[in-house]
């Protein structure tokens, strides 16, 4: 970037204490970090402006930390509690309110930030018959204690396999909670646009279920951040 982006920058930064950044297509891509995205978080931490991260990853925010160091970015740089994911407010709502309970777990395939999602909330896996919820934070895997099964819905966008699954819920009176009201996610690299749980919640919603949200644009994710944001910057 030439002088006057630089300078612009800081009049801008000038007129804020803080800035909340979203995650894919913002400071990255999901693969790489955008251009100059790394050098301006720093610029602006080291300026003393408090910053947060406000994102609909299913997952909580120590896996996004992670991979942001992975990609460049110094976690220091961002004020811990503003680090906000849907899957974070999910993971607090989980402990808090549903405690001692069971859910089928339609999620992502296993891997880093989703084996040891459960873990901390006293959250169980039940078939649906015992069951007391659904909880939605991926589309191509089931899981419901006694099996695992992969479903292809995060590529093709087919709701066909969660009929039998949503229609017994519903008639259960069971509610679903989504950790990611994303219906779609842009392509990375290489890669072709994938469904996500917000497509789920839609269909559910539109069968007569009932969902609880997490993340944007529901407006508790915004204030979780913004009040995290008052919070001290985190220092390695």
């Not at 804020?16 to 999901?30: M, P, R, T, W």
């Not at 299913?58 to 896996?63: C, E, G, I, L, V």
Request: glycine share 12%; hydrophobic share 40%.
């Amino acid at each position: 970037a030439g002088s006057t982006n630089s300078h612009t920058w800081e009049r801008l930064a000038a007129q804020y204490d803080g800035f909340i950044f979203d995650q894919f297509g913002v400071i990255h891509n999901g693969v790489t970090a955008l251009d100059g995205a790394p050098e301006l978080v720093t610029q602006l931490a080291a300026a003393g402006k408090k910053l947060g991260i406000l994102s609909n990853s299913s997952k909580r925010k120590a896996w996004s930390l992670r991979e942001l160091l992975k990609l460049g970015f110094l976690p220091e740089s961002f004020v811990s509690t503003a680090v906000t994911t849907s899957g974070e407010q999910a993971w607090h709502a989980l402990a808090a309110d549903w405690h001692g309970k069971c859910c089928v777990w339609i999620s992502k395939v296993d891997g880093d930030g989703v084996d040891d999602f459960l873990d901390g909330t006293g959250v169980g896996l039940a078939g649906i018959e015992k069951a007391d919820f659904l909880l939605n934070s991926g589309t191509n895997v089931v899981r419901d204690g006694e099996s695992v099964q992969a479903i292809t819905t995060e590529q093709t966008g087919d709701l066909a396999p969660f009929e039998i699954l949503f229609a017994r819920a519903i008639m259960r009176g069971l509610p679903m909670i989504c950790a990611n009201p994303d219906f779609i996610s842009p392509p990375k690299p290489g890669k072709r646009t994938t469904y996500q749980p917000g497509h789920l919640a839609a269909e559910y919603e539109r069968l007569g279920g009932h969902v609880l949200y997490y993340g944007k644009p529901h407006r508790r994710h915004f204030e979780a951040c913004i009040a995290g944001a008052k919070g001290p910057r985190a220092r390695s």
